[in-house]
């Protein structure tokens, strides 16, 4: 028998999101598509610019999701 989907998660990987990320992401943030998106798009920004994805959640999550405080983080550690 095949396991069941969280049809949250679901959504939002249907959506292209990484299953892991999404998972991480709604379990700081629940189900709030205004907090998911923010949080994909500065996590995407972020690990453009080079840095890793655990000090990038990290990061985001520490400064609740504010993408430049979570970049002058990145860049002091």
């Known amino acids: 028998m095949a396991p069941v989907e969280d049809p949250i998660v ?3 990987v249907a959506s292209g999101l990484n299953r892991v ?3 991480l992401i709604l379990s700081k943030f629940g189900d709030d598509p205004t907090k ?3 949080f ?3 996590y995407t ?6 840095f ?3 000090n990038v959640f990290e ?3 520490m400064y ?3 993408t430049n405080k979570a970049l002058a983080h990145c860049l002091s550690s």
């Open 64 to 66: 609740d999701n504010d």
């Open 21 to 23: 990320a999404v998972i």
């Open 10 to 12: 679901s959504k939002y």
């Open 52 to 54: 890793s994805s655990a």
């Open 45 to 50: 920004a972020l690990r453009e610019m080079g």
């Open 40 to 42: 994909v798009s500065g």
């Open 59 to 61: 990061a985001l999550f």
């Open 36 to 38: 998911v998106k923010k």
